[in-house]
């Protein structure tokens, strides 16, 4: 734990600072639950990166009719004795268990999780800009970044988009500059494990070239600026 965690800079943070400061404040100000994509995106991470305590943090949730008073007290119950889990559907918990075992059948990537450091956390104050910075990673193995995504589109061009669009290049800027922190030294090679969330769950590996990182960084030092 960290009693700064909540003011220090993430990697999402920053990205809301780049639409515009008034968002990143009001995100700050205002936080929102998390969407069932979230939701799904978390029990699939705490699935294939922490396994043995997946079934300690994900909960199915009963097939119930809420506008029945049964039903309502079904579901009642079952949210007192899960409190603080993440919930799903019954299909969104199959469907993240199947993408879970995709991961980790996929040779490549369960070779890289093989070993690796699992769920990661660091915090630092960052003499540059003078302000608390976060980062969580999914992974470390040997000098390389490993970070977990659900996608819609595993293909090339397809997680090339994704990438683009929700800005991972920032993401990973930030989690560079914690890795030269924490490790002295700029990690060897960033990778992402992409998973598509829906069936046949295709899963590839991709190396993010060094020139998106430090286009993200660019925009990462906009960030803090603000």
């Known amino acids: 734990g960290d009693d ?5 800079l993430s990697a999402s943070g920053a990205q809301k600072s780049l639409r ?10 205002n936080p929102t639950e998390p969407t069932a994509a979230m939701l799904f995106g978390s029990a699939c991470h705490e699935g294939v990166l922490e396994p043995t305590t997946f079934a300690e943090r994900v909960a199915c949730a ?4 809420k506008r029945t ?12 004795l899960n409190d603080g889990k993440i919930m799903l559907a019954p299909d969104d918990f199959e469907r993240a268990q199947n993408c879970i075992n995709a991961v980790l059948a996929h040779p490549a990537a369960s070779a890289l999780l093989d070993g690796a450091l699992r769920e990661v956390s660091i915090f630092w104050d960052c003499e540059r800009w003078g ?3 976060k980062a969580r990673w999914d992974a470390w193995k040997n000098g390389v970044l490993i970070d977990l995504k659900t996608c819609a ?15 991972y290049h920032v993401q990973a800027a930030q989690y560079v500059e914690a890795h030269r922190v924490r490790r002295g030294m700029e990690p060897e090679d960033w990778l992402f494990i992409a998973v598509e969330s ?3 769950h295709a899963v590839a590996v991709y190396s993010l070239p060094w020139p998106a990182i430090e286009a993200g960084a660019a925009l990462l030092d906009v960030a803090c600026e603000r």
Do not use: N, T
């Open 4 to 8: 700064c965690s909540a003011s220090a």
């Open 20 to 29: 515009s400061p008034g968002h990143y404040r009001y995100a700050q100000d």
């Open 62 to 65: 009963p097939a119930v009719d």
């Open 69 to 80: 008073k049964d039903g309502k007290a079904e579901w009642a119950d079952f949210k007192y």
């Open 131 to 133: 302000i608390r910075r």
């Open 153 to 167: 589109d595993a293909s090339p061009s397809g997680f090339a988009r994704d990438a683009a669009k929700f800005l």
């Open 198 to 200: 829906e069936p046949p």
